[in-house]
């Protein structure tokens, strides 16, 4: 096999990174990682009401500069870069013109909020969410949250677009579609600017807009007319079939082979989200339970047809025929906040330092600095050393992982977080080990919905920065998880499994478990369960599954 390479680029919520890979091998020659800048001001975002926005620019800049820098950096030759492949978080829709331009780059919409990409963990669309459950069971017809969970989302792309257009006209009457992220960043680059032949993501529209192929696509008019009149005519400008992220979707226009340094032979694959394209940079297989472990969690599994039959799995977040692997049904389940969850925690430790140690006087300008460079490189650290010395004998408070509400299983956003079991005892890495607790017992009741539901698993595979950064997080998830727990050694698991996609659309490799094979990241480590620890982890999770159900039966509906 002659030497060639790929391209895979994963956007996150915070950043997107490239990485060129050695198609051959999996060996990364060179990455890069762009901070989206608009979004580092959190322009466009109001937290107070769960509104998080982000600016198309970000992520056109940043496509730009992260390929560009990997070509430089790696001095491999243009012709020799065979696909290009993009994930993307989700559900993060966003509204476009006619010619597929995002809304937010036209005269009129360059500061709306509502022109921009709703992100993924957007809550401002509940109550739309609340309506297209309620229809579900109620308008007379096919349920069509059956293939996800039985439960649709907030996060999700009807409810979304639903609540953009009743909020603001302006947008309702400029935006002729909408695309997922992971499809507007592949119509981009191709030469094709077709919006009406495009292949949308197989991933995409099954896990979020209740596409499935038994009831022939999307849901009809009749039904998403009900949700929003808007949706009813927008479903004309959508699609019908979907396609999974083994495919081609079109080849680099002459503009963006120019922008990235490619030539316009680069093949260009189906988009796909960020965590399904970390299962395959993974090596997921059956059995196997991948978790993607970063601000928030995504759990994905894959499931032949045989085992998963004509079940629906309640409350997880999809079952889609190829949505990881094709061939296999891939599951999707996950935590609206994991880590999130701690991050919360830091700031509402940092705010005194802030406001009043690094305002203070005493201070030079340069301590300033260095004192916070210091905070911000131990911070962590310092609380998991603390809160992992704490002997298991000592009295720990309980907490709920629900800080931007409950994703899987039984998705409700409308829930918030809780902590009992508070005393005078009680310190900072108290807290921190609850809230650590907290994420591994989430974790454990999505494990359980699965096992429940038939699906079984066998082994549990860790990827992303918590899962290979944090050891006192992982040792913990493992005890509360009562398995072993492999992390998988590579840094861009989603942008590697990115390229295993595009290797294959590229003619590479015939299939995505062939490259995965050859490609697929090795494992760095593996926790095993102190077996002295897990009867008290059982304990306290008792204690939290008795505080969430108090919270959600008697809290919530006051």
């Not at 080849?251 to 395959?280: I, K, M, P, Y």
Request: aromatic letters at 8%.
């Amino acid at each position: 096999m002659e030497t060639s390479y790929v391209i895979g680029l994963d956007y996150g919520s915070d950043s997107v990174r490239a990485v060129l890979i050695n198609t051959q091998n999996g060996e990364e020659l060179a990455s890069e990682v762009f901070w989206y800048p608009r979004w580092k001001e959190q322009k466009y975002c109001n937290p107070s009401m769960n509104q998080f926005r982000q600016h198309p620019l970000d992520h056109i800049e940043g496509l730009e500069h992260t390929v560009k820098t990997v070509m430089d950096r790696s001095k491999v030759n243009p012709v020799d870069v065979k696909g290009i492949c993009i994930d993307t978080t989700g559900s993060s829709p966003v509204p476009v013109t006619q010619k597929g331009t995002p809304l937010a780059l036209v005269e009129g919409f360059f500061e709306n909020p509502n022109a921009m990409m709703v992100l993924w963990k957007d809550h401002t669309a509940i109550k739309e969410a609340e309506l297209i459950n309620e229809l579900g069971v109620s308008w007379g017809g096919e349920n069509f949250t059956k293939y996800v969970g039985g439960i649709y989302s907030s996060e999700w792309f009807w409810a979304k677009i639903a609540h953009v257009v009743k909020d603001d006209k302006a947008v309702m009457e400029n935006a002729y579609t909408w695309m997922e992220h992971c499809d507007l960043m592949t119509f981009l680059l191709i030469e094709d600017q077709n919006l009406e032949t495009f292949k949308r993501s197989r991933c995409a529209a099954g896990h979020k807009a209740m596409w499935h192929e038994s009831w022939g696509g999307l849901p009809p008019k009749e039904f998403l007319g009900k949700i929003h009149p808007y949706l009813s005519d927008l479903r004309d400008r959508l699609y019908e079939k979907t396609y999974t992220s083994d495919e081609v979707a079109g080849t680099l226009s002459q503009e963006w082979a120019n922008r990235l340094g490619l030539t316009t032979d680069t093949v260009v694959a189906v988009g796909t989200f960020d965590a399904h394209s970390g299962a395959v940079g993974a090596k997921i297989d059956e059995h196997a339970l991948v978790r993607v472990m970063g601000t928030s969690t995504c759990d994905i599994m894959v499931a032949t047809d045989k085992e998963i039959g004509g079940n629906t799995i309640k409350g997880i977040c999809g079952q889609v025929d190829g949505s990881v692997i094709p061939g296999f049904v891939g599951l999707e389940a996950g935590q609206s906040a994991f880590g999130d969850l701690l991050a919360w925690f830091k700031d509402v430790l940092s705010w005194p330092i802030d406001n009043l140690v690094l305002t203070s006087d005493i201070l030079s300008e340069e301590q300033k600095t260095d004192l916070k460079k210091e905070i911000e490189s131990d911070f962590i650290k310092k609380l998991s050393d603390a809160a992992e010395a704490i002997p298991l004998s000592e009295s720990i408070p309980i907490a709920l992982d629900w800080i931007n509400g409950r994703r899987t299983p039984d998705a409700d956003q409308n829930l918030k977080s809780a902590i009992s079991n508070l005393s005078l005892g009680s310190k900072a890495p108290h807290i921190f080990k609850a809230l650590v607790n907290a994420i591994c017992f989430g974790s454990k009741k999505i494990a359980d919905r699965f096992q429940e539901e038939g699906v079984q698993i066998k082994s549990v595979i860790g990827i992303g920065g918590v899962a290979r950064k944090s050891p006192f997080i992982m040792q913990t998830l493992a005890n509360v998880m009562n398995m072993p727990i492999k992390v998988a050694a590579s840094d861009q698991a989603p942008a590697l499994g990115a390229a295993i996609y595009a290797a294959v659309a590229s003619g590479i490799y015939v299939n995505v478990v062939e490259a995965s094979t050859y490609m697929g990241s090795d494992f760095e480590a593996e926790y095993h369960p102190q077996q002295a620890s897990v009867e008290t982890y059982k304990q306290w999770m008792a204690s939290y599954e008795a505080l969430g159900n108090f919270i959600e039966t008697s809290i919530k509906s006051k």
